[in-house]
């Protein structure tokens, strides 16, 4: 196939335009990759915060009522379904938190240890201290970190929580770190304790619910509100506003990328439409000598396309180390912004065969109009110049 021969022969006699156009698109490989890598691992992170630092499933008061007061038997329902592992009757509620000098508004939750364990493996968030010992402490509480050091609170010290007219004397019994903006505000109770101060018996304000298979979670809040008077809400019937700002900001991205796109590809037919001009000559013997049209088409695309692969490896290699920079020096985020605290990258073997397509289609379709416009040259003009 003479044709391959003479697109390696022109990419080997000139290295300057083999470089300017595998650093054009590498480059944008790079930024494509890595702000992939960003958005699927916020996306990642984001729904991993969600679903573990909330239920998956959440059954809530009937219309009328405040409270659920057959919350024992509402949990024994649904605990019959196959995908559920855990449920925890909670006593949801605000207060006002107070040591010393110090006050700051809260939200407590309040449960049976072991349950709230098995639904939110509170235990794994634990930073000091032991979240059963709520089982033993009646007065006894477990803070957030950030909320911990706000009241200038270590364990084993006493604060007042109130609520209303109703005031409770407790100890710090442990400390956990969410890694979201809970860490500000959370306070775990023992169920009653939580009764108490909110001045009501034997009523819970939801239940939580914990599936093996989160994606069930529609599906089983769909057959209950059918069978019960009890409203359920799924994880992703909760943060359905998270859910859309993510998809939106998909589109955005997939915008950006095919701005890149058109950028890089411009790169390229620029310099290859230099490289057409530069060889008008040898396309008029090569014209003359014979060679179709098609032929001369066929030589600049594949020179496009031999430049694809190198481009590929280069950006994929740029992008891998990028990432494995920002995994070493994290950035911090806003965690009551954006729901999680550090900048996170997550690269996938289907991002870089995306890469790859991705150089393969910009070098192709940016040697269309120069292979065209080289095919069209007149011989005889062409080697007059």
């Known amino acids: 196939m003479f044709e391959l021969e003479i697109a390696k022969k022109h990419i080997s006699s000139d290295p ?7 650093l054009a698109v590498a480059l944008a490989i790079m930024v494509i990759v890595v702000m992939m890598g960003i958005s699927e691992g916020y996306r990642s992170e984001l729904i991993a915060s969600l679903v573990e ?6 059954v809530s008061p009937k219309e009328d009522e405040d409270y659920i007061t057959l919350y024992r038997s509402l949990s024994t329902i649904i605990l019959r379904y196959p995908q559920v592992d855990a449920v925890s009757a909670r006593v ?48 006894g509480a ?20 109130s609520r209303q007219n109703k005031t409770l004397n407790l100890e710090v019994v442990g400390l956990i770190r969410t890694g979201t903006g809970l860490d500000e505000t959370l306070v775990y109770l023992p169920l009653d304790t939580a009764q108490e101060l909110l001045q009501q018996q034997d009523v819970v304000s939801e239940i939580g619910v914990r599936l093996s298979d ?21 994880w992703q019937e909760q943060n359905k506003d998270i859910l859309q700002v993510l998809d939106t900001q998909t589109v955005i991205l997939y915008i950006f990328y095919g701005l890149i796109f058109v950028i890089a590809g411009f790169g390229v037919a620029n310099t290859m439409i230099m490289t057409v001009t530069r060889r008008t000559k040898e396309i008029g013997i090569l014209l003359a000598m014979g060679a179709t049209r098609g032929s ?19 950006g994929s290699a740029l992008a891998y180390g990028t990432a494995k920079l920002i995994e070493a020096y994290p950035i911090p985020l806003p965690s ?24 393969l289609a910009v070098n192709f379709l940016a040697g269309l109009y120069p292979a065209y416009k080289a095919s069209r040259l007149d011989p005889v003009e062409a080697i007059g110049e």
Do not use: C
């Open 336 to 359: 009551d912004i954006y729901q999680v605290s550090r900048l996170t990258v997550l690269l996938t073997p289907q991002t870089f065969v995306l890469a790859v397509g991705f150089a």
């Open 296 to 314: 001369i088409v066929k030589i600049f695309l594949l020179e496009s396309l031999i430049l694809g692969p190198p481009a590929a490896l280069f």
């Open 92 to 139: 949801l509620g605000k207060a006002g938190a107070k040591h010393k000098d110090k006050v700051r508004g809260v939200s407590f939750i309040g449960a049976d240890p072991q349950e709230e364990d098995r639904l939110q493996r509170v235990q794994e968030d634990m930073i000091w201290g032991s979240y059963t010992d709520l089982i033993f402490k009646k007065r």
């Open 214 to 234: 989160i994606n069930a979670a529609p599906t089983i809040a769909s057959d209950l509100n059918s069978r019960l008077a009890y409203k359920a809400e799924s």
């Open 142 to 161: 477990v803070l957030g970190t950030k909320l911990a050091e706000e009241l200038e609170l270590v364990p084993g010290q006493k604060f007042t929580l």
């Open 53 to 58: 630092n909330n239920p998956h499933l959440i």
């Open 16 to 22: 300057k335009m083999v470089l300017f156009t595998v």
